[in-house]
Structures are given as C-alpha cells and as structure tokens.
C-alpha cells in the first residue's frame, strides 16, 4: 500500500492588500522527495513556504500534513511537527558561538531530553558530514558553514520536511556539491525537502520533480531529469521571454578607473578590510569580481562608490584624476553610477516613494539652483518603471512595498538610465527570477557596448561567466590578478575564491591564465 504524502495544500489562498499572492494551490509532496517550487519574482512562492512553516495563515483551503488537516499557527509549531526552514538570508547571531546559536532555536521542554547538547551537535555533524564545531563563534565561519550551522539547527529537532530558500546562493562551487551530498542523504533517511531556487541547473541535477507558479497558481509541473534549464524556464516565463545567452567578449586596453594598492583596516569588527587591492576597469569592458560574502565585498564597494572616504586620495583614480577622498554625491556627479548590494535601505530608502527614490540618485540633472524639476522627475520615474516592467501600483509607490525582484529592477534600470561612464555594480540578480535576470544582463551588456566601465561582484560565478569580459577573485581582502573569461573555467575561478591565488605553490600554473 502506498504511504500517503507528508505534506499536502488543498485550494490554498493568500491575499494581501492590492494582491491576490496565492490563489487555490494544490501542491504534494512525498516522504523521501526533493521537490523543486519554481516561478518568477512574485509569483507566490514565498507566501507559500511562509504558510508551511507557520509564518502566517492561509486565508482558505487546507493544509494536510501525513493525511490529518492542521492549523500551522507558528514556526515554533511547524519546528516541534518536524518542518524546518532554511532562509535566503541568515539567521544567526555573529557573536555567539555555533551552540549558542542552536540552543536558543530550541524550546525548553525540548532541549531538557538532551543529555549533552555539544555532543548531540557533533555526532549529526559527523553523520551528515557537516563539519561543524559547537565552540566555534559564528563571526569566524565561512558562508558556507554558517549554511550548515542552519541545517544542523534544523536536524537537531528531527526534521522531517526542510524547506530551503535559495540555498546556493552564497556558496562556493566546492560548498553547492557538500550541500547536495547532505541534502541527499536526508532524502535517503526519509527526509522531504522543498527547494526554492532561481539555479535551473542545480534543480535538474538534485529535484526529483518541480513545481512551477505564475501569478499565484501552479501553471505547471515536471520532472527536472526529463527537462533542461532552458526548458523549465519556458515553462516559468512563458515562451516569448528573451532569455540570456552567450555574449560576445570584448577585451579593451583603455582604463578609465582604477584601484591602485587600495588597503583599508576592516570597517566592522568582523570585517577583513582590503589589502592592496590593485584593479583597472576599462572602456567597455565588464569586470566580474567572484567571491564568498565575508571576504571584502562590502569593504571595495564601499571604497570604489564614495561611500567609505578613508582610502588615500589617490588610491582610487577616475579620468587619471585621484578621488579617493570624493563622496559618493561628488562621485556621481563625474559620472559614476552605483547599485550596492542592500537594495532597501542602502540602495532605495524603504518608506520613500519611488519618485523620490529616483530622485535621490539624480539629484545633479533634476535640481536645479535648490529647486526640484518635477515634470523631469515623474517622466523620469515613469520610464524607469515602464522600461523596466517594474510591478507596483504606480511611481508613489513605496520602495518596501514591491517584491526584491522589482525593486531590484526598479533601481538597476534607475542607475543604467543615467548612462554613466563607470558603473559599480553588486549582486545584480540577486533574488531575481530568469527573466527578470536576463533583461539585466542584456541591459548590462548595452551599456558595456556604449563604452561604459563596468564592474560586477556577484557570487554567482555562473552570472560572471556570461557577463564579464574579464574575472578575477577576492578572498580574504586581496584581489587576484584577473584574467580573460574565455581564457579560464568555472573550476578554477572556484579555487581562487577558496584562495588558492595567494598560495604561493599554485602561483605559476595560475600565472599561466592571466591575460
């Protein structure tokens, strides 16, 4: 006799003001089955996991779990029925260690049947080859065991559903394979996982089958194996969406801007800073910058965009001009453009409109002796919107109000709009679906090919691939040389961000791919 499914949705809806996010999804998922929830920006997902795990109710149908209905009221309920749930974005406390971490995840009435917490930590540590120390702080961990320290908060508790939320979107090459070597193994002790990602080709190789969302309802279903990452992303966006291709290289001589020796003391406790980093970027020509968050992004973006004046003045050079102690107003007004890695709150303010969002980037060309052009300002707004295909309710939208995928493109195309000579761009598909992703990258290449400098960190190493001209990698605060795109492979570039560049044995074979 066939078991039944551990989980089951019968006609669950979810609708928030002005949005109907979820509309009558029937969805199952089997004991032992790694499912695949795919769609575009929108498209429900998130509503829905939330609903699974207890973050909020559905507004009707029902939710089976093992055959009997069940009201999910909390994560703490989901956690004791054996649902866990791994986040996009980290939950865990920097200064604390990896115990700390876990022992606060856990009820009380719980954590008194556990005789010795450290050596329950490490016997599933070693089981599932997670490689995690229960006295490590977390403020020392790579991204990748910080990913692992959330497992292992999950497997604590006896997991029987794990439900991860763009789960490789950190990770090393190296670290994406250990994942699927855990993830693997819990599907063969019985263990369900829900898998949430914009990576088509990670879910052919590890989904047992996919459930696919538009506008809310399930559009779709297949079995990943049988498809390709092309195919699947038709059946997301529909067949008449361009979708990203090869792009043609383009290797210049001619820099415009550079980073000559560029060394900072890190800017948080738990920073790294910067040690000599030495870059050039050239007339149309994308840089792609590979690494682990962690190791000196938020440190060299900050330095490059004006935002962090600490550098030597002419330690940055724009137009052979030194501008290490320019802010990032005084930058732009130059010619410089930037879309920093935290979209709300750093790369649009929350609470403000999206007109005055498009304002606030642009205030050099829509004022004019202290007073706003207004009609500039709304054409501006709207085009952006309009160009863009930005979903919201109209330009006094509020920034928080649209999804991370929009926003994303609401604040790409604001920076790319102002044709700037050097453009200095983090993560720019982060969260965003394929085809959303796509009309980035060819937005990206356009301004490339009218001669701007373009400099991409991304830590998805793929994306880098397809965009950049050249690549290089930042580990621990320093800089590789970099290298022609065409010239190296996605395996080595995983060694460089794993550091192997600074090891001096690895050195000449290295060398030997530098452009």
Known sequence: ??????????????????????????????????????????????TLVKMIYGVSPPDSGAILWRNQEVEINSPNQARSMGIGMVFQHFSVFETLTVRENIELGLDKDFLVQIDDLDQRIIEL????????????????????????????RCLIQDVKLLILDEPTSVLTPKEVAGLF???????????SILFISHKLK??????????ILRGGKVSGECTPADETPDSIARMMVGSDTELSASYPKNINDVPIFKADKLT????????????????????GEILGIAGVAGNGQEDLLEALSGED???????????????????SGERRKLGMAYVPADRLGQGAVP????TDNTLLAN???????????????????????????????NQSSQAKSLSGGNLQKFIIGREIEQQPKVLICAHPTWGVDIGAASAIHRQLIALRDAGAAILVISEDIDELFVISDRIAALYEGQLSQSVETEKTSVEMIGQWIAGSFTNENNKESAEGNYA
């Open 181 to 191: 070597r855990v993830l693997r193994n819990l599907k063969s002790e019985g263990c």
């Open 309 to 327: 004046t600490r550098a030597q003045d002419s330690a940055v050079i724009f137009n052979d001009k030194a501008i290490g102690k320019l802010n």
């Open 125 to 152: 540590s070693v089981k599932y080859d997670l490689h995690v120390e229960p006295s490590r702080y977390v403020h020392s961990l790579s991204t990748g065991e910080r990913q692992r320290l959330e497992i292992l």
């Open 351 to 354: 609470e403000m409109s999206l």
């Open 264 to 283: 900072l003391q890190p800017s948080n406790p738990f920073g790294c800073g910067l040690k000599e980093v030495t870059l050039a970027l050239n007339s």
């Open 202 to 211: 990670e879910v052919t190789e590890l989904c047992d089958r996919a459930v």
């Open 363 to 393: 205030t050099h060309t829509l004022v004019n002796r202290g007073f706003i052009l207004r009609d500039k300002l709304h054409s501006l707004a709207d085009k952006i919107i309009r160009d863009n295909n930005v979903k919201c309710a």
């Open 1 to 46: 006799m066939k078991a039944p499914p551990l989980l089951e949705l019968w006609n669950v809806s979810k609708a928030f003001p002005g949005v109907l996010a979820n509309d009558n999804v029937k969805l199952t998922l089997n004991q032992g089955e790694i499912l695949a929830l795919l769609g575009e920006n929108g498209a429900g997902k998130s």
